[in-house]
């Protein structure tokens, strides 16, 4: 009888063990170690037979001696994705789409698909060949390019593959597939590290690119272990709120572009719409302002986004004051409240406290610091901002307003769209071009008090 080869593996980290244990001492995480069965020994001499014919030998060659082809990226029709990734697929590479369950990672790969110019392959694990059809027809009526295959296990996908000889394949998802020559589960650790490594294989080998849609765990990561993410050239995330239309893709690793980038996308009913002009649609369209609202200038990835911070202070009816904070780090509005009570003299300490940042997506840029700031006073003033004033700086622990980076291209959306007046930090202000929006320089956070009131 063939001799079982098992090895044991954290289904949190991936870390591997001889032997069994409670805790792992890679991730510290318990009971998530679990046994799982590697190969049957008289399989490992066929491995990857039928995968990719090569037995070629490489050997060194001198950088100035390899040669490009022309145009090293394939560009899809889809400007956001090709910015993300920066510039376009490039031939060869694996990519990782991860995100939340039915945040939309199969309409994206599905719609890019559809519409890609070249003959596509996606595979499907999850769905049938019929309900990709009823999907495929609402985004896009027509597509020739493009053949859907509803497989798993990987040695059929390759040999469907040597068949049709796609131009770019998309899996969805890689927790599906399976591979022969190891025994375990699909999902489980070794399976996604093997069906991994048959797929880069053959897209190194024949310079097909590969997308893999990766599920993520509880815990916002990409489900199995981080070895995926070491392995593949690319790891972007689909996130958003699920309760909102708006999805960003943002790319956490990319070794052939920045990470940088983002692409902003709308739900809709035929498909996921590119969103070209992010500040647009992230501010409101009320005539009437309201007491409690500011616009923070924001940087996303390369490009600059105007979004509305709203903010509301009210008298606690409990003992203790709530504070929360939607889309913004409630530590840092804390932090920003101690500055407001110390520096500027405002009692907040027996106040609630609510910030949201609308359109559902969560920011990170210190630079919108100022405009929290605003917002809350204007709350708790209840004196309204004027509506063509815009805030772009950082709060510092002793309350002065720190300069923040890219401030040229800030000021310069903010102008595009329309605003007479932004607020910045004075150190900023120092060798900035004549512009025809206002630019207001504060250095204190007393001062910005008496700038807006
Ligand atoms: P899906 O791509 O299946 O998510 P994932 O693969 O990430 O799990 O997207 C599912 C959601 O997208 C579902 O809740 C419905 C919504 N949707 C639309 O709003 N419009 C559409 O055209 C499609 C195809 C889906
Ligand atoms: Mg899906």
Same mark, same amino acid.
């Not at 500040?279 to 005539?287: G, Y």
């Given at each position: 009888?063939?001799?079982?080869?098992?090895?044991?593996?954290?289904?949190?980290?991936?870390?591997?063990?001889?032997?069994?244990?409670?805790?792992?001492?890679?991730?510290?995480?318990?009971?998530?170690?679990?046994?799982?069965?590697?190969?049957?020994?008289?399989?490992?001499?066929?491995?990857?037979?039928?995968?990719?014919?090569?037995?070629?030998?490489?050997?060194?060659?001198?950088?100035?001696?390899?040669?490009?082809?022309?145009?090293?990226?394939?560009?899809?029709?889809?400007?956001?994705?090709?910015?993300?990734?920066?510039?376009?697929?490039?031939?060869?590479?694996?990519?990782?789409?991860?995100?939340?369950?039915?945040?939309?990672?199969?309409?994206?790969?599905?719609?890019?698909?559809?519409?890609?110019?070249?003959?596509?392959?996606?595979?499907?694990?999850?769905?049938?060949?019929?309900?990709?059809?009823?999907?495929?027809?609402?985004?896009?009526?027509?597509?020739?390019?493009?053949?859907?295959?509803?497989?798993?296990?990987?040695?059929?996908?390759?040999?469907?593959?040597?068949?049709?000889?796609?131009?770019?394949?998309?899996?969805?998802?890689?927790?599906?597939?399976?591979?022969?020559?190891?025994?375990?589960?699909?999902?489980?650790?070794?399976?996604?590290?093997?069906?991994?490594?048959?797929?880069?294989?053959?897209?190194?080998?024949?310079?097909?690119?590969?997308?893999?849609?990766?599920?993520?765990?509880?815990?916002?990561?990409?489900?199995?272990?981080?070895?995926?993410?070491?392995?593949?050239?690319?790891?972007?995330?689909?996130?958003?709120?699920?309760?909102?239309?708006?999805?960003?893709?943002?790319?956490?690793?990319?070794?052939?572009? %920045?990470?940088? #980038?983002?692409?902003?996308? =709308?739900?809709?009913?035929?498909?996921?719409? @590119? !969103?070209?002009?992010?500040? &647009? $649609?992230?501010?409101?369209?009320?005539?009437?302002?309201?007491?409690?609202?500011?616009?923070?200038?924001?940087?996303?990835?390369?490009?600059?986004?105007?979004?509305?911070?709203?903010?509301?202070?009210?008298?606690?009816?409990?003992?203790?004051?709530?504070?929360?904070?939607?889309?913004?780090?409630?530590?840092?509005?804390?932090?920003?409240?101690?500055?407001?009570?110390?520096?500027?003299?405002?009692?907040?300490?027996?106040?609630?406290?609510?910030?949201?940042?609308?359109?559902?997506?969560?920011?990170?840029?210190?630079?919108?610091?100022?405009?929290?700031?605003?917002?809350?006073? %204007?709350?708790? #003033?209840?004196?309204?901002? =004027?509506?063509?004033?815009?805030?772009?700086? @950082? !709060?510092?622990?002793?309350? &002065? $307003?720190?300069?923040?980076?890219?401030?040229?291209?800030?000021?310069?959306?903010?102008?595009?769209?329309?605003?007479?007046?932004?607020?910045?930090?004075?150190?900023?202000?120092?060798?900035?071009?004549?512009?025809?929006?206002?630019?207001?320089?504060?250095?204190?956070?007393?001062?910005?008090?008496?700038?807006?009131?």
């Amino acid at each position: 009888m063939a001799k079982i080869k098992t090895t044991f593996y954290c289904q949190n980290c991936g870390a591997s063990y001889a032997k069994w244990q409670g805790q792992c001492t890679s991730c510290n995480n318990w009971n998530t170690i679990v046994e799982e069965i590697i190969q049957k020994e008289d399989k490992q001499s066929k491995r990857l037979v039928g995968l990719v014919k090569s037995n070629r030998v490489a050997k060194p060659i001198k950088v100035s001696d390899i040669e490009t082809s022309k145009e090293l990226r394939l560009k899809t029709l889809n400007k956001e994705f090709n910015r993300v990734l920066g510039g376009g697929i490039v031939p060869g590479s694996l990519t990782l789409l991860g995100g939340e369950p039915g945040i939309g990672k199969s309409t994206l790969l599905l719609q890019i698909a559809l519409q890609l110019p070249f003959k596509t392959l996606y595979v499907s694990g999850e769905e049938s060949a019929q309900q990709i059809k009823m999907r495929a027809a609402r985004i896009t009526p027509n597509s020739e390019q493009c053949y859907i295959l509803t497989e798993t296990k990987t040695q059929h996908i390759f040999k469907q593959i040597e068949a049709i000889e796609p131009d770019i394949v998309v899996i969805d998802s890689i927790q599906t597939l399976h591979t022969d020559f190891v025994e375990s589960s699909a999902g489980s650790i070794s399976q996604i590290r093997e069906c991994t490594s048959e797929l880069i294989k053959y897209a190194k080998e024949t310079a097909t690119p590969v997308i893999l849609i990766g599920h993520i765990t509880k815990d916002g990561n990409i489900a199995g272990p981080k070895i995926l993410e070491h392995m593949v050239d690319t790891v972007l995330q689909f996130e958003g709120d699920r309760n909102h239309v708006y999805r960003i893709l943002r790319s956490l690793k990319n070794r052939f572009g %920045s990470t940088h #980038e983002i692409g902003i996308f =709308e739900m809709l009913s035929n498909g996921l719409r @590119e !969103v070209a002009n992010p500040s &647009e $649609i992230l501010l409101s369209k009320n005539t009437e302002q309201l007491s409690g609202n500011a616009v923070a200038v924001t940087l996303e990835g390369m490009r600059a986004l105007l979004i509305e911070i709203q903010a509301l202070v009210s008298t606690a009816v409990y003992g203790t004051p709530q504070r929360s904070a939607t889309g913004y780090n409630a530590k840092r509005l804390n932090m920003l409240l101690a500055v407001l009570e110390k520096r500027a003299g405002f009692r907040l300490g027996a106040k609630d406290v609510f910030l949201n940042i609308t359109g559902g997506i969560s920011i990170d840029d210190p630079a919108i610091d100022l405009a929290v700031v605003a917002a809350i006073l %204007s709350s708790n #003033e209840d004196i309204t901002i =004027e509506k063509d004033i815009c805030f772009a700086g @950082e !709060v510092g622990l002793s309350g &002065e $307003i720190r300069p923040v980076n890219k401030i040229d291209q800030r000021i310069s959306e903010a102008e595009k769209l329309g605003f007479s007046k932004i607020m910045v930090s004075k150190h900023n202000k120092i060798g900035l071009k004549n512009t025809l929006i206002e630019i207001v320089g504060v250095s204190k956070i007393e001062q910005v008090v008496t700038e807006l009131f």
